[in-house]
């Protein structure tokens, strides 16, 4: 089903994840959220962020390990837990929060 | 959080009433072309699907004797009907195990056996049209291929067997499951199921290193691509990304280091799992578990040890030697291949590992036996070592240890729910309802016995137990790596612990 924001249409799969990496923006992200129930707080932005930046480095996503550490650094260590996560991202940050920035869905046994 | 209800927990197992259709559907999500194409499969449903299905049955069914037997040696005494997990938690009778085989069973008859073909009626034949390939892609994807049922049944006819030939004719045809079929693909591709390149699976590593240095004060390596090591480490890719596996890998890391042997990982086959099993493919299963005999010969390396994964262990223990072997390149003297638990069980009876095991104390601890495990393969060298060894590892390292109902451990383990390619977003149904029965193991001796945890050595049983563990209201942390309580017991040469420091405080 294709996502629409103002107007303009992306191609998603069948799970919502957008199939073209490439015309990702913050409108999209704001809209994968609302899918998602979610509403984008600065927190969300935070991870979303730093997922986008780990992702352009690397060509995937970070092990929750990574991303719960690289949070803790930024945010103080309370928030470097996949608690925290969690509570931002209630069905898991490596998929939701992924889906969200715009990054293709971790597979495997995961 | 889905559009089903959660089974409840009763007092004691029950076996449903039969309750028809309730799991209907159309499945998992289809395979496209791009994740068929590589595996060698067309990439959508082909024209003369009927033909070419009918084709492979035959194939299979001259090349896996096996295949034949189970599918005519059913006497239908009704053994199996409720030993399968996905019986027992959805009610919906074509989940029982004979009538699982029953929907391949059938086809067989129709086609390939002198009744059937002249008397179709009377022993159940029926021809293979659209919706019997439509009925079999549905259930065929709520088996998990975890062979409980063929403990049970006195012929020995195995489910799995027969549910792996299914979804092997459905990808001839060009009906692939997309959840492993896109995995496999990665695999061919990057070397992983999670397509891990290189570089990340690095820079994971070096971030683990400096996480134990922090926390120990000793530098303990997770060395990557070390030619002329003595020992190739493959383990799930799993272990590189989610939680709580990776903790079981600083627990392997840590292991390697007390024991002072030279170990790496390689990047080329930085999988363990070979999901060319769950699909039945020879091909590929094959195509998988050469790149581990390349990356080994590669490296120059004497051993190969297994990480926590279960499928995989079946793979490397059952499978290995006619896929990928022989291994004669290896050093004779070792198992081929090595276990992670066997390696550490043997350094913790030698005491080569400085243990506390108080530091588990906060646990109550039980185990989940994973089903390839427990009932494809073996560990060390005495029957039943697949149960012990890791009992005996966890105990090693913890003061408290409980047993989940015998009924449903060693032998008689329920699955998971998410093993043989179910572990998928789109089965979540099929695996929350499938886990009900582990699920009430567990709840039992949470309540009666205070267990606070489940450990396991399968990345999938990991996986599954932490999404579907809320379901059935208990924490999703519940579930931990086996390697991860050896790594929180272990004292490493070197390592200061809050005792030294205060023995330090009082001499000053």
């Not at chain 2, 019997?132 to 049970?152: A, F, G, K, T």
């Not at chain 2, 292991?255 to 799992?273: C, D, K, L, M």
Request: charged residues 25%.
């Amino acid at each position: 089903m294709p996502l629409e924001v103002d107007g303009k249409s992306y191609e998603t799969d069948e799970e919502g994840y957008l199939a073209d990496l490439s015309q990702w923006d913050e409108k999209v992200a704001v809209a994968l959220a609302k899918s998602e129930n979610l509403d984008m707080s600065d927190s969300h932005w935070e991870v979303v962020n730093f997922l986008r930046e780990y992702y352009s480095e690397y060509q995937i996503a970070p092990a929750v390990r990574v991303l719960t550490k690289a949070i803790g650094k930024k945010l103080g260590k309370d928030k470097g837990n996949s608690k925290y996560l969690y509570e931002l991202f209630p069905y898991g940050p490596a998929k939701q929060a992924c889906k969200i920035a715009g990054l293709p869905k971790p597979t495997g046994c995961v | 959080m889905a559009d089903f209800e959660t089974p409840a927990y009763t007092e004691y197992p029950v076996i449903p009433a039969i309750k028809m259709g309730t799991m209907e559907g159309s499945g998992p999500f289809i395979a496209k072309p791009i994740h068929n194409e590589p595996l060698g499969f067309p990439g959508e449903l082909v024209e003369n699907w009927k033909q070419v299905a009918l084709d492979k049955m035959q194939e299979l069914l001259g090349k896996y004797r096996s295949l034949q037997v189970y599918l005519d040696s059913c006497v239908k005494c009704g053994a199996c009907t409720d030993k399968c997990h996905y019986f027992l938690g959805t009610s919906d009778p074509k989940n029982m195990p004979v009538a699982r085989q029953d929907l391949l069973r059938s086809v067989y008859r129709y086609y390939f056996t002198f009744a059937g073909k002249w008397f179709p009626k009377l022993v159940g034949a029926r021809p293979l049209t659209r919706e019997v390939l439509d009925e079999w892609y549905n259930y065929y994807h709520q088996c998990s291929q975890c062979r409980r049922c063929s403990v049970y049944c006195p012929y020995g006819i195995d489910t799995a067997e027969i549910s792996m030939a299914a979804r092997e004719i459905l990808d001839t045809v060009g009906i692939g499951q997309k959840y492993c079929n896109e995995i496999i693909a990665k695999l061919h591709k990057i070397g992983n199921n999670l397509g891990l390149p290189e570089p990340a699976l690095k820079n994971t590593l070096e971030g683990l290193e400096e996480d134990i240095e922090e926390e120990t004060g000793v530098k303990v390596k997770l060395p990557l691509d070390v030619k002329g090591a003595d020992i190739l480490l493959i383990t799930p890719s799993a272990d590189f990304f989610a939680e709580p596996h990776i903790d079981g890998l600083i627990g392997y890391a840590k292991v390697f280091h007390e024991a002072g042997v030279s170990w790496t990982i390689s990047s080329y086959a930085s999988e363990a799992a070979n999901f060319g099993m769950f699909i039945g493919n020879y091909d590929n299963m094959q195509k998988v578990s050469m790149r581990v005999r390349e990356a080994a010969i590669d490296l120059g390396v004497k051993r190969i040890i297994h990480g926590e994964c279960g499928h995989a262990w079946r793979v490397a223990y059952s499978f290995w030697n006619t896929l990928a072997g022989p291994f004669d390149f290896l050093d004779q003297n070792y198992p081929i291949p090595q276990h992670i638990c066997e390696f550490t069980n043997d350094l913790l009876k030698r005491n080569k590992l400085r243990i506390d095991k108080s530091r588990n104390d906060h646990r109550v601890m039980t185990f989940h036996d994973s089903c390839n495990v427990a009932r494809a393969s073996r560990m060390g060298d005495k029957a039943g070592g697949q149960f012990d060894i890791p009992r005996e590892v966890i105990k090693a390292v913890c003061n408290n240890y409980v047993e989940m109902d015998q009924d449903t451990i060693k032998e008689g383990t329920y699955c998971c729910g998410g093993g043989g390619g179910i572990l998928t977003d789109d089965l979540i149904e099929v695996r929350v309802k499938g886990a009900l029965p582990r699920m009430q193991a567990l709840h039992d001796v949470v309540e009666e016995n205070g267990v606070t945890n489940m450990a396991a050595i399968c990345a999938i049983c990991k996986s599954q137990f932490s999404k579907v563990l809320p379901y059935y209201k208990m924490s999703m942390d519940m579930i931990v790596s086996v390697h991860q309580l050896v790594s929180d017991a272990l004292i490493l040469t070197g390592q200061k612990t809050d005792e030294d420091e205060s023995k330090e405080d009082e001499s000053k």
